[in-house]
Structures are given as C-alpha cells and as structure tokens.
C-alpha cells in the first residue's frame, strides 16, 4: 500500500535526484571542488525537504482513506441491513452482483446466489422494462404468499463496460389486495331475453303458455345457479340478473351454456326457444352497467339475435351469434318507419341517399326504390356515388339513360357543397361508418336514416334520427320494397326501379337460394308486379368470356382447409366482382360449404377478403376477427398487411372460431 501511494505522490521523482548527484561528480572529475561542495550541500537541503513534504501528504492522505472506508463500510451496513429488499444485476445477463440481507432472505437463498441468474430464482423475471426507461416491472410476484412490486433504475458503473440495474422489492400485499377485491366486486347487469316469446306462445292455450314460461323459467333458474347471484323476472319474455365481476369469467368459462339449453324448450309445432344476453360492466355506478345491458340486448337483437353481448366504458365483446337469423319481422315496423321517413323526407330540403363504397346492386338498388318514394312525397334526391368505382356499372348505365335519373349521380365531393342543415341523408346497405361512400357526410346531413341487413358492429353509425335495421332481411332492396308497398302505389314505381331493386335480392339471396323467407318472395312477387322483367335481370348479371375465365382461374388456385372450406389466395388485383362471384362460384363444387377469396388490392394497398356460406359456418364471425362484417351467409373485409400475412390471420380466425 504504502509503495503504491507513494508512486502516486512521486512519480518518477528518483530521476531528478540522479541527475544532480551527476552534475555533483562531473564537478570533481573537472577539478570544481568548491562547485561540487555548493551542489552537494543544495542536494542534501532538497532531499531532507522532499522526505518531509512527502511523509506529510502519505500522513494526510492516509487519514482521509481511513475516514472515507469507516464511513463507506457504515453505509454499507445500513444498505445490507434496510427494511427494503434489494439487488444489483448485470441488464446483459440477469446475473446477480450484490443483494443485501432482505433481498437473499426474500429469495432464500445465501451467499451462493451470486453471479447466477435471477431468472433461476424468479421464471420469467427480465429487465427489459429498467433498458426501456421504466422504472417500475409491470408483473407482480408473488413470494411466501406475500405479493411485491419491482422498481429499479439504471447504475453506470466506472471501469465496467456494462450497465447494472439497481432494483427495489416493494412489499404491497394488502394494497394489491383491497385493490383486486374492488375491481371483483364490482357490479355487473344483464338482461336476459327471450328473443322469439310472441312467435314460441303464438296461437297456444292458456295452459301451453304457462307450461313453457315455467320451462324457460327453470332453464335459466338453473343457469344463474352457476354463480351468486340476483335473479329477477321483470316481463314474461325478459329477467334481470345482478352479480359481481368476479363471476363473470365462470359465465364466459361455460360459454354461455344457456343459448344451447334453452333451445330444449319448444312449442307444440316444435319451434325452439332462442335467448339473448346482454351485459353490462366497468360502469361508473349500477344504473351506468345497466344501461350498458340495455345497449347490449339491443345490439344482440340487431345482429340477428341468439347470442350474448357483453358492454364495457370502450367497446362491444360477442359471444355466440353461429346460427342463421330466423325471420321474425312484421308489417307493423314497416307501417311506421314508412310513416316517419315520409314526413322527414318532406320535411327536408334535399334528400341524398349514399351506400358503400364500392356499390353493388344491392346498395343502387335500394336506393332506386328511395328515389320512387321521394318521387311521392315531391322531393328531388340525388344518389350518391363514385361513378368510377362501383360494381354495378350495367345497371347504372340503363338508370342514366332514364329522364328521371339524368341529374340524379352526384359525387361525395359535390354533395359536401350542396348539403346543409335541412338535408336528409339516407345510408344504405352498411351500418358502419368506415364502409359508406363518404364519412364526411354524415357529420353534415341534418337528419340521418340508416336501412340496413348486415349485423351490426361495434362501430356502427350513431347518431341517427331513424334506424331499420333487420339482419332477418335477405338484403336492403327487400327492405325498401316493404317500405314501398306502405308508401306508394305500384304505378309510381318504374320498371328499371323494380328490376333494380330485385337484382339487389337476387345478389344477396344468390338467386333465392339462401337467406330467404317468406317476406323475400313476398317482396319479389310485388316488384314483378311493378313490371320487374327477370330476363332482363339476368343480363346484369352476365360477364364476358375473359371476365368468366379469370374466375375460374380463381377457382383453380383454390386449396381445400378442413375438409369443407374452399380458400383461394390470388396473388394479382382482380376486380371485385369477380372475387365475389368466384366465391359464389365455389359453393356450387360438391362438399365445399364455405368458401373464401382474397387477393391484394393495389390502390389501397389491402387485401380484400369476400366469404361464402351455404353450410352451418357463419362467416360474419370470422372476418369479424380480421376487422370485417357482413351476415352469416356473405360477409368480406379489406384488411392491411401483405397476402401472405393476411392468409396467415385467415386461417387462424378459422382455427379461433372451431375452437371457441
């Protein structure tokens, strides 16, 4: 110690001294004596006072390290000894450099611990979140049925070329406690509902009628069993049931068992019961969950029913919903709706009627019917649309060629200079606001009527003044031709209006083969009445020879998944329409029961996804999974990410949906 300080102190010093004592013997060798004499002496003096000073500074020196070790071997001993568990750890290794007594009592180990790594100690415990600039670990730990949070920060630690992570063990079991029996007793409210009652007691004695109500009475008596709860019947079709959070995942755990058991209730004529479930969570006090059970029965009936919705403060979750929606539709809601969106149609100062972007028949045909209805109450609507981007372009060249429809296309953008306040905007053949020809618009239109089929999303439009939304419909145009057959006289309705309007049941129907009823004929016969001519119905659906062999090369490059799915990836933009008729295409192959298409879309830069059914797979609910909607039967999305990715998530969604 005392060679390496003075090393420090004296560096080098010798060699001076060395230097004098030659100077000193030249001086004799030369015959200076009295020279030699004077150097001598003046050595002499320097070296007495250099080992002066230099013993000085050791003495000083020494006393201060002294000082700093007792002081630093103190602090040590209350770091070693703090109430609070803590370690240093290499951030490339995770390896343990230091733990003071807390730290290895928590861990229970002893001296051995160090320099092996703390995920040996604690399975997945990294410090990724210390290198990012957190300076709290989001996972909890739970050691010794004690419950710790872990803070740290970063060490730069002088001559080592890595960092180290400082980290605190926080001891927080009662808080962590209090806090996850809050949050598990929280309230939840649902609203069970009987969703055909009218149609299951419909023509029944008395006594059928209270032997199924005490049936559906004991089905669901029996389910709400599965938890602690309250149960109460406030209508002969509907119950209230009230439990806290923490039951909530034994429900989700059993799937909602109550939408399979309850269809063991039927009628004499053996039509099955079918429920809805909707549940209401995260609110601020009781009445906010149940208003959010209200908003989620309504959103179960409008997506066809049979299923459970559960609501929270962000968004909608769906559980069920695989069969197909059974009509349950009457003349009275048509009756109504007719009535009231013929006063605002008079009551407005243009009328606009805008579907989906990307038109089909469906949508411009719904809105041919509307342009008849506003004909009635003398009103002049203008159809919006993108005349360049639309997959009805047959027909919308035979409605230019009418006098009534000269003026009647107008694009997005000039609709946003002509709407104001006193316009009407009527949105067909979509409820969500990121599907229709253009968002802007409804933010200007000073009334807004949505007719719809599709069920609806989480993200439908809001705001409306009035809403016919049936998911039992085969599509919009039978909607609207039941609103016309209460608002106007057949004479009022063209031809090429009719025919527009059954091509659009013809599409989504694929030519009345699925997702009729009895309404769909009801509303066909009508329009035939109206002079709707099927011959000419059936150019529009006629493609050319290279657009007929483009889709069967579709369906060539079509792979089989599960024995009964078709999936055909096409690497190269098709046009829309013929994806979607190679998708009808493949449901028409032995076996196949669902089919989806999908190929990259280059001015978008997603790929587009159309799906099939014709078998017991909702398609809805898988696209649904990438972002997209529709109904059981025909659904679609446009999805980002490249082909291959996309088929990946297809495929996934497919897996999720067999496995659930």
């Keep these: 110690m005392n060679k390496q300080l003075t090393r420090v102190l004296v560096p080098r010093a010798w060699m001076y001294f060395i230097l004098l004592v030659l100077f000193c013997l030249a001086s004799v060798l030369l015959g200076q004596y009295w020279l030699a004499l004077g150097q001598g002496i003046i050595l002499t003096v320097m070296l007495v006072i250099t080992l002066l000073t230099l013993r000085r500074r050791r003495n000083a020196i020494m006393a201060f390290i002294e000082e700093q070790a007792a002081s630093i071997s103190a602090a040590t001993a209350d770091v070693r000894h703090m109430p609070l568990p803590m370690a240093i750890l290499r951030t490339d290794t995770c390896e343990l450099v230091w733990g003071n007594d807390r730290f290895l009592s928590l861990t229970g180990g002893e001296q051995q611990l160090y320099d092996i790594c703390l995920t040996e100690v604690f399975p997945g415990f990294d410090l990724d979140w210390v290198l990012n600039g957190e300076t709290r670990y989001s996972r909890e730990f739970l050691v010794g049925g004690k419950r710790y949070r872990v803070y740290g920060n970063l060490v730069e630690a002088e001559g080592e070329q890595r960092q180290l992570a400082t980290i605190y063990w926080v001891e927080l079991t009662g808080l962590l406690n209090t806090r996850d029996e809050y949050y598990a007793s929280r309230p939840v409210a649902a609203i069970v509902l009987i969703d055909n009652y009218e149609e299951l007691t419909n023509n029944l004695s008395d006594s059928a009628v209270s032997g199924i109500a005490a049936e559906i009475d004991k089905k669901v008596t029996a389910w709400t069993a599965l938890v602690p709860c309250l149960l109460r019947k406030l209508e002969r079709d509907r119950f209230l049931m009230l439990m806290e959070e923490r039951d909530l995942p034994k429900l989700k755990e059993d799937k909602f068992s109550i939408l399979e058991t309850i269809r063991e209730v039927r009628n004499e004529v053996g039509v099955p019961a079918t429920i809805s479930l909707g549940i209401g969570r995260d609110g601020e006090n009781l009445k906010e969950c149940y208003d959010f059970a209200r908003m989620s029965i309504d959103m179960c009936l409008s997506r066809g029913g049979?299923?459970?919705?559960?609501?929270?403060?962000?968004?909608?979750?769906?559980?069920?919903?695989?069969?197909?929606?059974?009509?349950?539709?009457?003349?009275?809601?048509?009756?109504?709706?007719?009535?009231?969106?013929?006063?605002l149609i008079q009551k407005s100062s243009t009328v606009?009627?805008?579907?989906?972007?990307?038109?089909?028949?469906?949508?411009?045909?719904?809105?041919?019917?509307?342009?008849?209805?506003?004909?009635?109450?003398?009103?002049?609507?203008?159809?919006?649309?993108?005349?360049?981007?639309?997959?009805?372009?047959?027909?919308?060249?035979?409605?230019?060629?009418?006098?009534?429809?000269?003026?009647?296309?107008?694009?997005?953008?000039?609709?946003?200079?002509?709407?104001?306040?006193?316009?009407?905007?009527?949105?067909?053949?979509?409820?969500?606001?990121?599907?229709?020809?253009?968002?802007?618009?409804?933010?200007?239109?000073?009334?807004?009527?949505?007719?719809?089929?599709?069920?609806?999303?989480?993200?439908?439009?809001?705001?409306?003044?009035?809403?016919?939304?049936?998911?039992?419909?085969?599509?919009?145009?039978?909607?609207?031709?039941?609103?016309?057959?209460?608002?106007?006289?057949?004479?009022?309705?063209?031809?090429?209006?009719?025919?527009?309007?059954?091509?659009?049941?013809?599409?989504?129907?694929?030519?009345?083969?699925?997702?009729?009823?009895?309404?769909?004929?009801?509303?066909?016969?009508?329009?035939?009445?109206?002079?709707?001519?099927?011959?000419?119905?059936?150019?529009?659906?006629?493609?050319?020879?290279?657009?007929?062999?483009?889709?069967?090369?579709?369906?060539?490059?079509?792979?089989?998944?599960?024995?009964?799915?078709?999936?055909?990836?096409?690497d190269n933009q098709l046009d829309r329409a013929l994806a979607s008729q190679a998708a009808d295409e493949l449901l028409n192959i032995s076996g196949i029961e669902t089919s989806f298409v999908m190929y990259p879309d280059a001015p978008t830069g997603r790929v587009i996804i159309s799906a099939r059914s014709i078998g017991q797979i909702n398609v809805q609910l898988i696209v649904a999974e990438l972002g997209g909607g529709g109904n059981a039967a025909v659904a679609g999305a446009q999805v980002e990410g490249s082909l291959e990715d996309v088929l990946w998530r297809l495929v996934t969604a497919i897996d999720h949906y067999f496995e659930s």
């Design 306 to 343: 049979d299923q459970a919705v559960i609501r929270d403060r962000q968004d909608f979750a769906f559980i069920g919903g695989r069969t197909k929606e059974a009509e349950r539709r009457t003349t009275i809601k048509a009756r109504v709706m007719v009535g009231s969106l013929t006063d």
């Design 352 to 570: 606009f009627l805008m579907g989906h972007r990307n038109a089909d028949l469906d949508a411009l045909g719904a809105a041919a019917g509307m342009m008849a209805l506003c004909r009635k109450c003398g009103k002049k609507a203008r159809i919006v649309i993108d005349r360049d981007q639309n997959m009805c372009e047959k027909l919308l060249a035979l409605l230019l060629k009418l006098p009534e429809y000269e003026t009647a296309f107008i694009s997005p953008a000039d609709a946003e200079e002509l709407m104001d306040e006193d316009s009407l905007l009527v949105i067909l053949d979509t409820n969500r606001p990121s599907q229709v020809e253009s968002k802007e618009l409804l933010d200007i239109a000073g009334w807004l009527v949505v007719i719809d089929h599709h069920r609806r999303e989480a993200d439908y439009i809001e705001n409306f003044t009035l809403h016919l939304h049936e998911p039992y419909a085969s599509s919009t145009s039978e909607l609207v031709t039941e609103l016309l057959q209460y608002g106007v006289e057949m004479r009022d309705i063209l031809p090429l209006e009719a025919e527009a309007l059954l091509s659009g049941i013809n599409l989504d129907t694929k030519s009345f083969a699925i997702r009729t009823g009895s309404s769909t004929f009801e509303a066909a016969a009508f329009l035939r009445r109206c002079g709707a001519d099927t011959a000419e119905i059936k150019k529009l659906f006629q493609n050319d020879l290279p657009h007929t062999i483009a889709r069967y090369a579709v369906i060539q490059a079509a792979k089989l998944y599960r024995d009964s799915i078709a999936v055909a990836a096409v």
